[in-house]
């Protein structure tokens, strides 16, 4: 399998140009948009793809709610100068 032009970050669904493809698989990466460098935490575009078709036909009903908001914090101070 050549390398592809990119891979799917599954943390955030970034799309990947950072890393190391060897023997048909993503030895290495880092996504620059959350921090994830676990290889197994990467799947290509077309394996991405397959997966999003397989999690429409299943009926989740977990409403698992992200608790994100704790660090938002310092966007709070504002700088005035004249
Ligand atoms: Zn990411």
Aim: proline share 5%; charged share 55%.
């Amino acid at each position: 399998m050549p390398r592809p032009d990119y891979i799917i970050c599954l943390e955030c669904e970034s799309e990947v140009e950072d890393f190391t493809w060897r023997d048909g698989e993503i030895r290495r990466a880092t996504c620059e948009v959350c921090g994830n460098s676990d290889p197994d935490a990467f799947a290509l575009p077309e394996d991405f793809e397959e997966l999003d078709e397989e999690e429409e036909e299943e009926d989740w009903e977990d409403e698992e709610e992200d608790e994100d908001y704790l660090d938002e914090e310092d966007e709070d101070f504002e700088e005035e100068e004249e």
